[in-house]
T-cell receptor, first 112, second 113 residues
Framework: QKEVEQDPGPLSVPEGAIVSLNCTYSNSAFQYFMWYRQYSRKGPELLMYTYSSGNKEDGRFTAQVDKSSKYISLFIRDSQPSDSATYLCAMRREGGSEKLVFGKGTKLTVNP | EAGVAQSPRYKIIEKRQSVAFWCNPISGHATLYWYQQILGQGPKLLIQFQNNGVVDDSQLPKDRFSAERLKGVDSTLKIQPAKLEDSAVYLC???????????FGSGTRLTVV
């Protein structure tokens, strides 16, 4: 079993839709959870981060972490064509090397 | 602040040739990472430096890959000899100690033919 599982999609939605992206993980030591957005031919950019369980909101984006289920989600409200990208979940343990373990990424297309 | 700089952006080489990639992290960032991202996959850590020292190189194929970070700033990743399966994007990232996330460069896209 991979440490982090993410459905690669692709996911195609109409403009204005609510998008839900998810990852599951197996390592209970993970404490920091992040979402990166990667546009084509660019490096990943940090979108959201959460420590331990709970929700975090930033504009149209909401990140949720459920450590009891080892499940994290990213919600995008009122999706825009500019949100079209690959979304990568990433996580790491407390302390240690700060190494991030990434999911495969979900490719999202928002159609105008 | 300036971002993480990488060069070259693209490289095509034949198998068994050697290649080197360069990275200049964000000023003041002590930690530097090299990740390999194969098409359709998430990035995988190859090596992590803290200042000049190696923190984690457990997934670096040491028979063909090498990396150095001189003076705790710039870093070079080398592959010698390259194999077809090394075709990937090589991403450099840096972070400040205790930071929540990294800042990535745009990567070097390597094609081995």
């Amino acid at each position: 079993q991979k440490e982090v599982e993410q459905d690669p999609g692709p996911l195609s939605v109409p403009e204005g839709a609510i998008v839900s992206l998810n990852c599951t993980y197996s390592n209970s030591a993970f404490q920091y959870f992040m979402w990166y957005r990667q546009y084509s031919r660019k490096g990943p950019e940090l979108l959201m981060y959460t420590y331990s369980s709970g929700n975090k909101e930033d504009g149209r984006f909401t990140a949720q972490v459920d450590k009891s289920s080892k499940y994290i989600s990213l919600f995008i409200r009122d999706s825009q064509p500019s949100d079209s990208a690959t979304y990568l979940c990433a996580m790491r343990r407390e302390g240690g090397s700060e190494k991030l373990v990434f999911g495969k990424g979900t490719k999202l297309t928002v159609n105008p | 602040e300036a971002g993480v700089a990488q060069s070259p952006r693209y490289k095509i080489i034949e198998k068994r040739q050697s290649v080197a990639f360069w990275c200049n992290p964000i000023s003041g960032h002590a930690t530097l990472y090299w990740y390999q991202q194969i098409l359709g996959q998430g990035p995988k850590l190859l090596i992590q430096f803290q200042n000049n020292g190696v923190v984690d190189d457990s997934q670096l194929p040491k028979d063909r890959f090498s990396a150095e970070r001189l003076k705790g700033v710039d870093s070079t990743l080398k592959i010698q000899p390259a194999k077809l399966e090394d075709s990937a994007v090589y991403l450099c990232a840096s972070s400040s100690t205790g930071g929540y996330g990294y800042t990535f460069g745009s990567g070097t896209r390597l094609t081995v033919v």
